[in-house]
């Protein structure tokens, strides 16, 4: 057990996919595991492991924001051994040519700050997706028909931003779409060695303004789902 995962040694799976909303991981793993269990409830972020295709996986929530995010990542490597974490989660696409629905798997992530700015301090470290990873979700994505686009994403701050001159300048310079946690997924991958990737669903989109109405969104997260499923164990 750590301070924030109550998990038992040995209840946490090596690849471990890390939504935001501790529900989705609720939905995610009574979707898409095999006999999920329970393993962790504390202060409600919640998390389970069960089988896919025979392969153990845990599916964790990682609350809102890259601190937040920092905090289970930390603990899911350096306490339980976790060797691959994928994130899956929405995002707000940032180019005309991404759609609602679309898929985006992220190569890079950039931003303006993260937790790991304290190490980095004046060096504008490059945080990238783990390129087996990356491959293999592009791979499966295409064999399920699956609108799908590679390339960099912005993670934020926060969500209410105030800046269009900035997401001016994130579109300007291709930035597909804008979410909140992955840069920070990413420096901790690099740092303790292990894979990382995320894989997004874009649920609006800040140019068109349109948006995903929320009943429909778990459906068309599942795409999504399976692709970091198969490209974790591709």
Request: contains cysteine; hydrophobic residues 40%.
């Amino acid at each position: 057990m750590t301070i924030h995962i109550g998990a038992k040694p040995g209840e946490i799976a090596e690849t471990v996919l890390m939504p935001g909303d501790p529900y989705r991981a609720k939905w995610a793993a009574e979707t898409f595991l095999d006999q999920p269990k329970l393993v962790n409830e504390v202060r409600g972020m919640l998390g389970y492991t069960g089988t896919w295709r025979g392969n153990p996986v845990s599916i964790q929530g990682s609350g809102m924001g890259m601190p937040s995010l920092s905090i289970y990542a930390n603990e899911l490597i350096r306490d339980y051994d976790a060797k691959t974490l994928i994130r899956i989660g929405s995002c707000g696409g940032m180019q005309q040519s991404v759609g609602i629905r679309d898929v985006i798997v992220a190569m890079t992530a950039s931003s303006m700050s993260t937790p790991s700015r304290g190490i980095f301090r004046d060096f504008d470290f490059a945080p990238c997706a783990d390129w087996s990873l990356l491959r293999a979700a592009v791979t499966a994505a295409e064999a399920k028909g699956v609108t799908t686009h590679v390339g960099g994403i912005y993670s934020a701050d926060v969500f209410y931003d105030e800046r269009p001159d900035l997401n001016e300048q994130m579109t300007r310079h291709g930035i597909l779409g804008v979410e909140m946690e992955a840069a920070e997924l990413y420096n901790l991958c690099a740092r303790h060695g292990i894979r990382g990737l995320a894989v997004l669903t874009v649920s609006d989109h800040l140019l068109t303004g349109d948006a995903l109405p929320s009943e429909d969104r778990e459906r068309s997260f599942g795409d999504m789902v399976e692709i970091a499923l198969e490209a974790a164990f591709a």
